[in-house]
């Protein structure tokens, strides 16, 4: 069984041969750590891969992300980052009145000159599952661009000029949801963080009324072309999961030990794909062998099926011992290895 069908399958719940495997990395992990990265791979080859691809030239776009200093993103957004390797924060907002919010033209030219020439090929060449984590995060985009208190404080007051900013990342990230959906990828994703780490960071049903129909959209277009929806959030987001499951969305990666991973396996085991994760705040970083193996071994006894559902997603910071991801991967092996010999 190929990495394409090993994970077709877990999202299917179709029986694949094991558990697939995706390890993440962040930017500062690739620039110091490549060599252990390198390491862990040809151990434990991936099952997913991206394609080939550039978007084009953002006209507000200056200085290079991820390099410690400042730098402005294609929206017109300052980021501040304060060493090597981080993604960063915005400091300073775009959108500093309402009334701007009229006049504020997406970067379009990010798409109209993407560059997605080798992208089929790429595809047809690699058995691996093909998966584009595309720039979709409405929620977050519109924080960058006026600021998280400016927007909280505006939904609460429900102010029309709100809605129009809504509506303006919204269509934007349409045409890029379309753009990628009539390519050969097999998944697409998208992501907000939507949680504190102990509930979402508005209410619930603000949430649905404001948000979930901009999901509903991307996962309508994303299904119409037969792809596979995967989205990934950040903190607590239980009250949520029975909504992504009705979207249709396949796999959602999520802090899972910010919740009752027992309770959530109860309620979707078997109704969405797990995609990860291990404890990235704590256990990663600082845990003990024994503590990487108690977590991956919690995460199998609440989630796991032999139907699918699950896939061994981590991430490995900076900080985090090359050990500890190594432990992750060698635990799934033993389940698998202990569920083959018992079929």
Not at 92 to 106: A, C, D, S, V
Not at 173 to 185: A, G, P, R, S
Not at 287 to 297: L, P, Q, S
């Amino acid at each position: 069984m190929d990495s394409r069908e090993r994970v077709i399958r877990t999202l299917q719940f179709n029986y694949p041969d094991r558990v697939p495997r995706d390890l993440w990395a962040l930017p500062g992990t690739y620039l110091s750590r490549k060599n252990e990265l390198d390491e862990i791979y040809k151990l434990f080859p991936i099952d997913f891969t991206t394609p080939v691809f550039s978007y084009g030239k953002g006209y507000r776009s200056k200085g290079i992300p991820n390099i410690k200093g400042n730098y402005v993103d294609e929206w017109g957004c300052q980021w501040s980052v304060l060493s090597d390797g981080v993604i960063g924060e915005v400091k300073n907002p775009p959108i500093t009145e309402l009334e701007q919010i009229n006049k504020l033209k997406p970067p379009y030219e990010i798409l109209d000159n993407a560059d997605l020439s080798k992208v089929n090929e790429s595809c047809s060449k690699t058995d691996k599952f093909v998966l584009i984590c595309t720039t979709v995060r409405p929620f977050e985009r519109i924080q960058f661009l006026i600021g998280t208190e400016r927007l909280f404080t505006e939904l609460a007051y429900g102010t029309k000029e709100i809605f129009t900013l809504i509506n303006i990342v919204h269509e934007f990230f349409l045409k890029e949801i379309e753009l990628w959906c009539k390519t050969d990828v097999d998944g697409i994703q998208f992501m907000d963080d939507w949680g504190s780490q102990n509930n979402l960071l508005i209410p619930l049903n603000m949430w649905r009324e404001i948000f979930k129909p901009l999901y509903k959209d991307y996962c309508d277009i994303i299904k119409k072309y037969k792809k596979f929806v995967f989205f990934h959030s950040d903190g607590n987001i239980s009250l949520i999961f029975p909504d992504l499951i009705e979207l249709g969305i396949n796999a959602v990666n999520s802090q899972l030990f910010c919740m009752d991973i027992e309770e959530l396996g109860m309620k979707y085991k078997e109704k969405i794909t797990f995609w990860g994760e291990i404890d990235r705040q704590y256990i990663l970083p600082f845990g003990t062998k024994e503590e990487i193996k108690n977590a991956v071994k919690r995460i199998k006894n609440a989630l796991y099926s032999e139907k699918g559902g699950i896939i061994a997603q981590c991430e490995m910071g900076i900080d985090v011992p090359k050990e500890n991801i190594i432990t992750v991967f060698e635990t799934w092996e033993e389940i698998d290895e202990l569920y083959n010999r018992n079929r």
